[in-house]
């Protein structure tokens, strides 16, 4: 519910736009996309602002943009910490690697479906529990 005194002691309520959630100002679709855009596509923050303003006039600063990728990465972890704690209690793990760029760094995205060899025993090692990124 959105609460603005206009002054003179007038007051203006309304209910909050469709798919915003209450202190944020990007919907959750949007949010999604702009995740998806810079975590997959490889779009910089500055890409992602010119595309929205192309788009539609839509200013976006980078500080909302950083703020929303920690926010999602925060929303996701419970999900990967459990991969974590479940990878070591299957018996056949197949791995695959996918560049995937994180705040404009390039790091790697690994898969895991059934057993085969990996291209680093280390980072097996490491995913099946015996150490620790």
């Known amino acids: 519910m959105g609460d603005y005194n206009l002054g003179g002691g007038a007051q203006v309520i309304g209910a909050q736009a469709e798919g915003i959630l209450q202190g944020q100002d990007l919907s959750i679709d949007l949010q999604a996309l702009l995740v998806w855009l ?39 972890a419970p999900a990967v910490e459990s991969l974590w704690d479940w990878a070591p209690s299957i018996a056949n793990v197949h791995v695959d690697e996918t560049p995937w760029c994180v705040m404009g760094v390039k790091e790697w995205l690994w898969t895991h479906t059934h057993s085969s060899r990996s291209r680093s025993s280390s980072i097996i090692r490491t995913l099946r529990g015996s150490e620790r990124a």
Do not use: F, M, P
């Open 38 to 76: 810079g975590n997959y596509g490889y779009l910089s923050y500055e890409k992602q602002q010119e595309l929205l303003w192309k788009l539609g006039d839509i200013e976006v600063g980078v500080g909302t943009l950083q703020a929303t990728n920690s926010r999602i990465a925060e929303a996701v």
